[in-house]
């Protein structure tokens, strides 16, 4: 039961900047469902979910030490288009350029 609570805490805290990353730095996102999260043996929690209510174009956001940063794989049947020149920003660049402005 607490396990399940834990997971239930690492997806409302980590959603929202998994989010704020993807569709920061990817255009063709419109929608994002959580589906659910995964502790990997090595105590590691991943977030999955899969976006535009297509379920073949999932991902995989590693959690790191303390919080999601930039960690994320796809799906084999999608690549996400990126913004601007391609570069990725971690979820830290993104935060840092929000307050400057």
Request: charged content about 30%.
């Amino acid at each position: 039961m607490k396990k399940e609570f834990d997971k239930k805490g690492i997806m409302n805290e980590e959603g929202p900047r998994i989010e704020k990353f993807l569709t920061y730095n990817y255009n063709d996102i419109k929608t994002i469902h959580f589906t659910k999260v995964v502790i990997n043996p090595t105590g590691i929690p991943h977030i999955q979910g899969y976006v535009n209510d297509n379920k073949e174009y999932y991902f995989s956001a590693s959690i790191g030490t303390p919080h999601f940063n930039t960690g994320v794989s796809f799906s084999k049947n999608w690549v996400p288009k990126k913004f601007g020149d391609s570069t990725i920003k971690t979820l830290e660049e993104i935060e840092t350029e929000e307050k400057s402005k």
